[in-house]
């Protein structure tokens, strides 16, 4: 699905240590679940913290188009909602509903970005059972491939003369065109990809030793 001339950029991690991971997973969380249980008037702290992440997110090679395109289609069907159910009055509090999930959001998008998953794996191990670690370090790592395949599959049906540009998707007539043109495609390479790692992970015989070991540092 990857278009002629398009090279993946080279990923680094600024966390390959255990401790440093373990530290970093559990400041993932805290500011995941901060997200919903503070009061709206300590929101900003929490918007500043998570402003650091994208920050330095950012500068690891993360892609924020993803965040966006996700905040955006949420805020605009959700204060569509809140306008037809509740009226004017009440549409701050989905815009803020709206910006609790993308600040709930953007940790795990940072962790994916920040901690090699071999690391975040190793770290899960500890405290659940080696296939469920397995599972969601597979899950964190896989988070940047699927946003770069986004963007691929979106870039080349847009080419194809596809209405699914920003513009476009205003009108809800084009949201089926994008389903069809971007998150079946999107769906098709995600069930590959996931048959591949089970079929690498069956091959290396992955679940019959008690204690397996993690990619060096």
């Given at each position: ?54 920050i ?32 004017l ?37 500890f405290?659940l ?5 397995f ?8 988070l ?74």
């Open positions: 699905m990857r278009a002629p001339g398009v090279r993946r950029a080279k990923r680094h991690f600024a966390v390959n240590d255990t401790r440093w991971c373990a530290l970093a997973i559990l400041l993932a969380l805290g500011l995941s679940s901060c997200a919903f249980l503070l009061p709206q008037s300590w929101l900003h702290y929490l918007g500043l913290a998570n402003l650091l992440l994208l330095q997110g950012r500068y690891l090679g993360g892609r924020l188009r993803g965040l966006l395109v996700i905040f955006t289609s949420q805020l605009a069907i959700t204060s569509l909602l809140y306008l037809l159910l509740h009226g009055e009440r549409l701050p509090e989905g815009i803020i509903a709206v910006c609790r999930i993308l600040m709930a959001m953007i940790p795990g998008w940072w962790l994916s970005v920040a901690c090699s998953p071999q690391r975040i794996g190793e770290v899960l191990s405290c059972p080696h296939k469920w670690a599972v969601l370090a597979a899950c964190f790592g896989i940047p491939y699927l946003g770069q395949e986004t963007r691929e599959i979106y870039q080349m049906q847009v080419m194809r003369g596809a209405n699914i540009r920003l513009k476009s998707l205003w009108r809800p007539k084009h949201w089926r065109e994008l389903i069809y043109c971007v998150l079946y495609p999107l769906l098709i390479q995600l069930l590959k990809l996931s048959k591949q790692m089970a079929t690498a992970a069956r091959l290396r015989q992955f679940g019959r030793h008690p204690k397996p070991t993690h990619w060096p540092y």
